[in-house]
T-cell receptor
């Protein structure tokens, strides 16, 4: 099955720094989603994007739906220790609105 | 509101044995999903139910995996016989309507096949 490409795959940052990560695909998606997964838990939805070019914020998080509909970006500003976790992008397509996940970006925040 | 419940949380079995996982979705959620998440990867959809009917099982290895959703509520996922490569976390999620992007995930069942 297809999995989306995410980069970077892991990153260490200092508390207070801004973070950027992206997701790319060879396929077009109608919707892009960003999830966060903490250890031992299921993913939690952070942001949903529904239109090409859309820019959406949720607190310190900002995500964009790429113009080509084949990519998306997530930015986290002023990182804090609780931002630690794995961030997944997911694309939605097809009549049954199938969700395809990326491989994840593991974020570590150094206090 | 209670979240998605899954059991067991952990399971260790030997290859060729059988195993079953249980999921109780959020009350009133019509759509239920089973995902397989191998270590270091994102979740991969195995099967999607709309009420008690299957709408997508294209990535379910049907020679060894089966799933059912009784009365459109609880669901079980079974593996028989298990292989080493089945070691993964099995996540259950539910959503209010088909295609609703707000999928609520359970904590998952971590399966180790030795």
């Amino acid at each position: 099955g297809q999995q989306l490409n995410q980069s970077p795959q892991s990153m260490f940052i200092q508390e207070g720094e801004d973070v950027s990560m992206n997701c790319t695909s060879s396929s077009i998606f109608n919707t892009w989603l960003w999830y966060k997964q903490d250890p031992g838990e299921g993913p939690v939805l952070l942001i949903a994007l529904y239109k090409a070019g859309e820019l959406t914020s949720n607190g310190r998080l900002t995500a964009q739906f790429g113009i080509t509909r084949k990519d998306s970006f997530l930015n986290i500003s002023a990182s804090i220790p609780s931002d630690v976790g794995i961030y997944f992008c997911a694309g939605v397509s097809g009549g049954y609105q199938k969700v395809t996940f990326g491989i994840g970006t593991k974020l570590q925040v150094i206090p | 509101e209670a979240g998605v419940a899954q059991s067991p949380r952990y399971k260790i079995i030997e290859k060729r044995q059988s195993v079953a996982f249980w999921c109780n979705p959020i009350s009133g959620h019509a759509t239920l999903y089973w995902y397989q998440q191998i270590l270091g990867q994102g979740p991969k959809l195995l099967i999607q139910f709309q009420n008690n009917g299957v709408v997508d099982d294209s990535q379910l290895p049907k020679d060894r995996f089966s799933a059912e959703r009784l009365k459109g509520v609880d669901s079980t996922l079974k593996i028989q016989p298990a292989k080493l490569e089945d070691s993964a976390v099995y996540l259950c999620a539910s959503s209010l309507l088909r295609g609703a992007y707000e999928q609520y995930f359970g904590p998952g069942t971590r399966l180790t096949v030795t």
